[in-house]
């Protein structure tokens, strides 16, 4: 990769804008332009144009441009010069200037709308964005300056944009993507007669190519890159092309051709002094002179190059050159000089690859960031969509309700006016008729009176109601006594447990006992026997459906298997014994498959997961007070985030492991915790400290007699020592007597691990011996423990550790002179670099990558929970709400069914008084009539009649 990358020349994406005019003329315009905004703008412009061969004028240019801007209160002037100073950065590579030029240019443009300027602005973020690893970042300001440039229908910035995203797309390998977006930019730069962006865009293709190994079509693009930036007067974008072209011929091993290009290249670099550029120049010579064996030519390149790559600080291009050098001397018989010339290839490789790693992690950062961000805006959006819903809901029901609330009271208003009109003419009725009554009120009291006997006698009074509902009361409250009710149901030595096994019967005891022998020889660490006999319990627990005998057995073998470092397997036993767990809700049960699980995917480097499991546990064991168990649980999940370098997070767990150990008395457990805290001391290098809890752990170790453990603490402390010796800050004597006691603590552990057979720990320990002897000049035994170290961590494949002793044995040659033997070691330690850095680094990558995974799942469900109680606290107002109206709306409908029955009874009753008190005016008007009838009779009988009066009145009046 590094190879490739030295014939790479043209790495950026080029943010030109459309030369228009002439430098020439731009110049003579400006001699001739007065201090005002037009000559702003032919500052800027001449700027841009010069950007490309004399970035130093440019510079000038622009700082005037911007200036005069100011001076004038000439925004877009200043908008425009900020976008030139950001672009001009870039070339220069400070991205991180030149994104900060392009924010403020950004800020005017979008305060005065000038459009043009926001585009290049975010093209200007974009390119910066890309350069420092953030592409999803990157991709986002390119598409928002692509948006701008399409709306204002500015061709040129849209080619460009589009030849940007090309080159996100190119950064992450996806050429056939890069190259239709560059093919999309080139068909517009050529619609629009722009030489500066065809030729730009064919480089990038080109380069796509390149990178495909499709070498033909890459020299094809290149020429025609070239031959535009001729036409164009670009000088330094041409050099760069003539670089790449010379880098196609480099791999067609056409090295004179590939060296007339170079040099092509190395004259105009010279000219407008790009000492970048021109290093890349010189150690692509003298590498072609390398491979063409001009070994006094190559070297003249080479130490220019690599001199030069020094000033500049292209470490990549280093790396390539240091290696070219390395060649060079080993081809010419000079060993020291190889050894030399590979040992700085290694440390320049080594800081591009933790470039690379570092600018990968970050991609995986910020791309997780923009997730996760994404991820929250979206749900919180979709909290407030689902709020707005639900109260958009409950406002209709709001609505309704207080419409059909409304006609309710106005059906009230009317019923309860209507039964005043009638009130009130009933009224008026009755007093007129009041007076013709009054004789008849007692017989009416008198029949209300016989009303009120009759209703007694009908309805109970309210002494026996109250008595009733006391006895209501007293038997519902022995039928709630009754319904409650509590239902909970809960449910020797190898040669004995052999004996028993012979004697037993095919059924659960049986089954029972090879549980326990398999547990007594896990115990005695005799795994074969473990599986031999939890298979054996396993099959007869299977024959009879015993379900705790097939969950006890499967956990047995999944113990074998992580223990033999097979985890897929052990998962795949102990998800087979949780499953009966949770069928017979065996807590216990349940706790043991969570914390072995969690054990089995922390050492898969698979942490989220592990953590959860061990949380589970910490639960379950928490309910059941098992503070034995709540100890171990402490140190696992002390031991995850220890693991994650979470010191901080491993220290309080491991703390409080040591609090409850204390409490019980557990002296192994104290042990435990207290080497585990030492350890983490030992990572902060808090020496003082780690060495204060490894003696107290040692100490524990001994009272125990526990030799493995002794041993570790041993290791641990001399591995202090190691540290402190090492110290370059402390005292010359300081560092000595370190030293000693480093030696002496690894001599006293050596014997223990061999007695153990613990090969990993004796090869750790043999190393470190070999180290301190290499150290204090003893090059002999150094020799002889690291060969020691080597064979068993060969034997082990500790690829790790051996790497490291390859390289003290490179060095010790190298001491003593034997650089080809220290050249064979150190080319082993640099092909177990490679390969462990690939696995390190994909495993961290992979490691970061399900955390935050895990985060995202964790963010996502926590917002899909606040949604959901936003949710539901919407709904429950709205619930509360409807109680709160339905209960209006029957208290109303109930007042006014009281009010029209009321209404009605007292309209029936003043019905009944009228038509009862009309009755009665009939009957004394019928004995008042006859009263006067009778006295017309008598007046009749009486008196003469009026006829008989009429008659004597005329016959008097005649005479």
Known sequence: MIRKVAYLFFVFPFFLFCQTRKIDSLKQLLQKTPVDTHRVTLLNLLGKDLSGNDPDTARTLTLEAMLLSQNLKYEKGVCDAYNLQSWLHTLNGDFYTAKADAEEALLIAKKINYRFGESVALGNMGIAYKEQGDFPKALEAYLSALRIAEDMGNKAGISRHLGNIGAIYRNQANFEKAIEYYKRALKIAVEIGSIPSQANQMNNIGTAYFEMDDYPRALEYYLKALEMFQLAGNKRNAAISMGNIGGVYDHLHDYKKALEYYFSSLRITEEVKDESTTAVCLGSIGRAYVLMKEYKKAEEYLQSAIALCDKTGKIDFLAEY????????????????????????????????????????????????????????RAEQEQKDAVAAAESRRQRIILFAISGFGLLVLGFAFFAYRSFLQKKKANEEITKQKHLIEEKQKEILDSIYYARRIQSSLMPNEKYVGKTITRLKGLLCLFLVLFGFFVQAQQSETDSLLALIKKDKEDTNKANHLHELARAF????????????????????????????????????????????????????????????????????????????????????????????????????????????????????????????????????????????????????????????????????DYPRALEYYSKALKLGEELGDKKRISIQLSNIASVYYDLGNDSTAASAERDRA??????????????????????????????????????????????????????????????????????????????????????????????????????????????????????????????????????????????????????????????????????????RQKHVIEHQKELVEEKQKEILDSIYYARRIQSSLMPREKYIDKHLRRLKNE
């Open 739 to 908: 030293l000693k006691l480093s030696l002496d603590y690894f001599l006293r552990s050596l014997p223990l691990k061999e007695e153990q057979n613990d090969k990993g720990g004796i090869a750790i320990t043999l190393g470190g011996i070999g180290s301190l002897y290499l150290k204090t000049g003893k090059y002999k035994e150094a020799e002889e423990y690291l060969k020691r170290a080597i064979d068993i961590d060969t034997g082990i494949g500790a690829l790790d550790y051996l790497r490291q002793y390859e390289l003290l044995l490179a060095q010790l040659y190298e001491i003593t002179g034997r650089h080809k033997l220290a050249l064979e070691h150190c080319k082993i330690a640099m092909a177990l670099k490679d390969t462990l850095f690939n696995q390190e680094k994909d495993k961290e990558l992979t490691r970061k990558e399900m955390n935050y995974e895990f985060e995202k799942k964790e963010v996502a469900a926590q917002a899909e929970q606040d949604k959901k109680d936003a949710v539901m606290q919407a709904e429950a107002r709205k619930q509360r709400f409807i109680l709160i109206l339905v209960s209006c709306v029957l208290s109303l409908v109930a007042l006014t069914a009281f009010v029209i029955f009321r209404s009605l009874r007292v309209t029936r």
């Open 522 to 685: 896990e115990a005695a660490g005799d795994l074969e026997k473990v599986l031999t006999y939890a298979e054996e319990a396993n099959a007869l627990a299977v024959k009879l459906n015993f379900k705790r005998g097939i969950a006890n057995a499967n956990n047995s073998i999944g113990n074998v298997y992580r223990l033999t470092s097979e985890y897929p397997k052990a998962l795949d036993h102990y998800l087979k014994a949780l499953k009966i767990d949770e069928e017979l809700n065996d807590k216990n049960g349940i706790r043991k498959r969570f914390n072995n699980m969690g054990i089995v995917y922390r050492n898969q480097g698979d942490y989220p997961r592990a953590l959860d499991y061990s949380l589970k546990a910490l639960k379950i064991n928490e309910e059941m007070n098992d503070k034995s168990s709540i100890t171990k649980c402490y140190s696992n999940i002390g031991i995850i985030y220890h693991q994650q370098d979470d010191f901080a997070k491993a220290l309080v767990y491991y703390l409080k492991g040591l609090k409850i150990a204390e409490e019980l008395g557990n002296k192994s457990s104290i042990a435990a915790a207290v080497g585990n805290i030492g350890s983490v001391y030992y990572n902060q290098q």
């Open 322 to 377: 240091e290696r070219s050098y390395y060649l060079l001397d080993s081809a010419r018989g000079d060993r020291k000089g190889a050894f030399g010339h590979y040992k700085n290839y290694i440390a320049a490789l080594d800081s591009v690859s933790n470039e690379e790693n570092t600018k990968k992690q970050t991609q995986v950062e910020m791309q997780y960031e923009f997730d996760k961000k994404e991820s929250i805006a």
